[in-house]
């Protein structure tokens, strides 16, 4: 036990660089030791104007890896604090207790069960939930502000229909913050945008802001940061909105468009997916005429799909080792593991800017500080470009499920960043001997590795208690090519053939000799991004059928 100092809830300061025994009278093996713990954690808001601040809404779930007994949440707020505190899935409500003179909202729990460690959960829909939001809005701030208010000191804990409708009335009304972010995008639209059609007009403000919040910069105290440090969400609403309204384009407004440094206009985030939303059309008079429920809708799988276009060849001169070269052209909710793994800052500025240069034209000011720009980039471009090379290799590496490969070249050819090129498209090429095995007259090929990790459950995690919660809708694709060794031939192809599809996917595979080359084909792919707990057989079928094919592997027989 490592020794800690507190001191009134502002201090954690380490006593010594050693661990303590600590010894307890009569323990006994098969003892169960309750324990507690306390840690301090100081949070700054996540955005703030000359009078208020808002902090980043925080997700407790009350269950753990292991069972609880006991367990209490409690708020103090301080002046001008406001708390908004929402409990699902059976999480008890807040309940006012004075101490000392003062107001403490206070979630006592206990008797929990540990959370079931199984494939494809999701604890803040299934597990005792609080999430909370902190505001502090002085009084003179409190008519512009935009998140919902109770009273101050006291959790507010459900939102009435009048709470949205001044929401609404607020986010189709330009406040003077927002003004700001309004009139950049109006300065842009009436004297620098290049393209003067209307169809794609509101796709040339969308990657105009995108451009403006995540890749343009100003000084703060000798440190740079993005102007997406300026502003929430409700500004780019607000000021998107008011843009609209100008050119006479009617819309719907509601908080859900995802603009991230490489979001794509017209892409759905797909965590909100099958969320039921409220929205307001917005018309060409102006006026807010209603608040409307609809439900984002569910993406096909076809949307969000990985394909891997595979060459696999024997070394001419060891043949205990393969050459490999993948050909991945990755779509929708795949490009997220891609992005950060393989798009190094200089190729994302470079994207960004031969698009921008489509879209407007730039300013003297504007072109010193994209050379800039460029020359700051430049100085981290090798180190960059080296860890992303590692990040690459360990990956491949986890897909094979090998040890030793070495990354002989990767080529990225393109970002994905943009509705004219949506998808992210990359080549790689690598050798390793961990994938073949030779003994007499044989040559054997692990197939099934080359196709890479699928989900593999042992009899005991295929028990399932729960619903099933995936990310999104999906599909793969797999097309690997094998040149046959000279003098050889291959053997058992039929064990590569497969065949499952039901409510929840499916999976299929099968192999065949074409131009001396024996060829495997599979693909697999998710219905749903949510199936209930009795669908649970069939998908478990899919699962079983992708994970068997892994396991197979492909015989070459000496002539």
């Given at each position: 036990m490592q020794m800690q100092k507190f001191r009134d809830g502002k201090e954690n300061r380490q006593l010594n660089s050693t661990y303590n025994k600590l010894a307890i009278d009569d323990l006994e093996t098969g003892d169960i030791i309750d324990y507690y713990i306390v840690s301090n954690k100081a949070s700054v808001p996540n955005s703030s104007t000359t009078f208020s601040s808002v902090f980043d809404p925080a997700f407790i779930v009350l269950s753990s890896s292991y069972p609880i007994v006991k367990g209490k949440i409690g708020f103090l707020a301080e002046r001008n604090c406001y708390i908004n505190v929402a409990v699902s899935n059976g999480a008890p409500e807040p309940v006012r207790n004075e101490k000392d003179g003062k107001d403490y909202y206070e979630i006592n729990y206990g008797d929990l069960e540990r959370i079931n460690t199984e494939l494809w959960t999701a604890p803040l829909k299934q597990e005792p939930t609080v999430k909370f939001q902190v505001m502090i809005v002085p009084k003179m701030a409190l008519k512009d502000e935009k998140h919902f208010l109770g009273e101050q000191g006291i959790?507010?804990?459900?939102?009435?229909?009048?709470?949205?409708?001044?929401?609404?009335?607020?986010?189709?009304?330009?406040?003077?913050?927002?003004?700001?972010?309004?009139?950049?995008?109006?300065?842009?639209?009436?004297?620098?945008?290049?393209?003067?059609?209307?169809?794609?007009?509101?796709?040339?403000?969308?990657?105009?802001?995108?451009?403006?919040?995540?890749?343009?910069?100003?000084?703060?105290?000798?440190?740079?940061?993005?102007?997406?440090?300026?502003?929430?969400?409700?500004?780019f609403v607000q000021?998107?909105?008011?843009?609209?309204?100008?050119?006479?384009?009617?819309?719907?407004?509601?908080?859900?468009?995802?603009?991230?440094?490489?979001?794509?206009?017209?892409?759905?985030?797909?965590?909100?997916?099958?969320?039921?939303?409220?929205?307001?059309?917005?018309?060409?008079?102006?006026?807010?005429?209603?608040?409307?429920?609809?439900?984002?809708?569910?993406?096909?799988?076809?949307?969000?799909?990985?394909?891997?276009?595979?060459?696999?060849?024997?070394?001419?001169?060891?043949?205990?080792?393969?050459?490999?070269?993948?050909?991945?052209?990755?779509?929708?909710?795949?490009?997220?593991?891609?992005?950060?793994?393989?798009?190094?800052?200089?190729?994302?500025?470079?994207?960004?800017?031969?698009?921008?240069?489509?879209?407007?034209?730039?300013?003297?000011?504007?072109?010193?500080?994209?050379?800039?720009?460029?020359?700051?980039?430049?100085?981290?471009?090798?180190?960059?470009a080296e860890k992303r090379k590692s990040m690459l290799t360990d990956w491949l590496k986890a897909s094979h499920m090998i040890s030793n490969l070495e990354l002989d070249a990767h080529w990225l050819k393109k970002l994905g960043r943009s509705d004219a090129d949506t998808e992210i498209t990359f080549d790689c090429a690598f050798h390793t001997a961990d994938l073949v095995k030779a003994g007499g007259s044989y040559l054997v090929i692990e197939l099934g590795k080359l196709v890479g990790k699928n989900i593999d459950l042992d009899e005991k995690e295929k028990i399932r208690s729960l619903?099933?919660?995936?990310?999104?809708?999906?599909?793969?694709?797999?097309?690997?090519?094998?040149?046959?060794?000279?003098?050889?031939?291959?053997?058992?192809?039929?064990?590569?053939?497969?065949?499952?599809?039901?409510?929840?996917?499916?999976?299929?595979s099968s192999a065949f000799i074409t131009d001396n080359k024996v060829v495997l084909t599979a693909s697999k792919y998710y219905n749903s991004n949510y199936e209930p707990l009795e669908h649970w057989p069939a998908l478990l079928q899919v699962l079983d059928a992708a994970n068997d094919l892994v396991q197979q592997k492909l015989v070459f027989k000496k002539l």
């Open positions: 959790p507010k804990t459900s939102a009435t229909d009048e709470d949205y409708k001044q929401l609404f009335v607020k986010l189709t009304k330009l406040d003077d913050h927002a003004s700001r972010l309004y009139r950049v995008g109006q300065k842009f639209l009436k004297k620098k945008r290049i393209r003067e059609d209307k169809e794609s007009l509101v796709s040339d403000l969308y990657y105009f802001y995108r451009n403006y919040l995540h890749f343009n910069f100003y000084m703060y105290f000798y440190n740079w940061y993005p102007y997406s440090s300026q502003f929430d969400a409700f500004d000021a998107f909105s008011e843009n609209l309204k100008d050119q006479k384009i009617d819309h719907e407004v509601f908080l859900g468009v995802d603009l991230d440094e490489s979001s794509v206009f017209g892409e759905t985030e797909f965590q909100l997916e099958g969320t039921t939303i409220r929205k307001v059309p917005i018309r060409k008079d102006k006026k807010m005429i209603s608040i409307d429920y609809d439900t984002i809708p569910l993406s096909n799988s076809s949307f969000s799909r990985l394909s891997d276009f595979v060459q696999v060849s024997f070394d001419s001169l060891k043949p205990s080792v393969l050459n490999v070269t993948h050909k991945f052209v990755a779509n929708g909710c795949h490009k997220d593991m891609f992005e950060e793994m393989l798009i190094t800052p200089d190729a994302l500025f470079a994207n960004e800017f031969a698009l921008v240069d489509s879209l407007k034209e730039l300013d003297y000011t504007e072109k010193m500080a994209k050379t800039e720009t460029f020359i700051e980039i430049d100085k981290i471009k090798g180190k960059s619903d099933v919660y995936m990310p999104c809708p999906r599909s793969y694709g797999w097309n690997i090519e094998i040149k046959i060794p000279d003098g050889y031939a291959p053997s058992g192809l039929d064990v590569f053939t497969r065949s499952v599809e039901n409510e929840t996917g499916g999976f299929k």
